[in-house]
């Protein structure tokens, strides 16, 4: 029996790490970089159950900005409630600058027909906004927004809304999502999104080539011959943040080699010592500023490998005495 336990421990504890925070099959193969923020893991957590006014300002944010769009109606008509029906959100491109690379998931709780409704009723109103059609058994969504620009959308399952800059794009994922072809995604970028979890609030990943295309136009202090090191060096990175009881969060950046990781790692171990003693140097002459004192004292630069890992904390009773001093809008 205790072997029986054992072992079904370790088939939950294979799965949950297994489980990243995004499913591969929902992003197109162009896919460079991914970040999912998870409102569910946020709004579960005993840091959001102790702040039930941020919460409840939160909620009056969102129902106001959705108020301001003309779909804020249709959704409302629909029965969705952000923060009860929208789990998590992830924004994915090739690393450029172009809006047509842009894709979008949306995991929740969606009742189709309430939605696919909702739309009639939009798209009757405003015909030229809002157009409609069906790619086998899903409704698409052709919406086009005031700069002309057209995207598609629709709901994969009713867990998955998918949004594409093309019909072509949409009609892929929700293809794969329901048993069609694996999505070919870069070796590179599966690997990143191995090291995300669904528990995680935050999580970012971009390739090497997302990096290069984003510091193209960096500016001359962060060459290569000021830093000891380039974006051509790394193969990636991943940044996640998870809210419990306390804030903890971790950057991780993957090298082309250990040596790399190493001067990266000790280059980044001496900023922090400097940025110490900034900070506790300002905290003597404002009491205010404790708190990142403590928060900067948690932070830990190591190398593991080809790879170098920032870790920090922020606990409640440093975000409470941070938020005393934050404008309370």
Known sequence: MRLRKLAALALVLILTRSAAAIDPKYLPPST?????INLKALLDSDLAKAKKDLVKKLRSLVTDKLSE??????????????????????IATDGSKDKDAVFVAIEGSFDSEKIVEAAKEASQNQPGALKMSKAGAVTVFEITKDDQQTIYAGLASDRLMVVAPTREGLTATISRVNGGKAANVKPALKALLSTTSPKQTISIVATGDAIQKGMDNAPPGLAKGNLGFSPQDFDGFTVAVTVARDITFQV?????????????ADAANFGLVAVRGMIAQKAQEDAKLQPVVDIAGT???????????LRGEVTQENLDRVLAFLPQR
């Open 69 to 90: 769009s003309p779909a804020g109606a249709y959704l409302e008509k629909a029965g969705f409630d952000a923060l009860r029906d929208l789990h998590s959100v992830t």
């Open 32 to 36: 460079e970089a991914a970040i999912t």
């Open 299 to 309: 932070l830990r630069v190591t190398n593991q490998g080809a790879n170098v890992l």
């Open 252 to 264: 991780g950046i993957s090298t082309k080699d250990a040596e790399s990781a190493k001067k990266m």
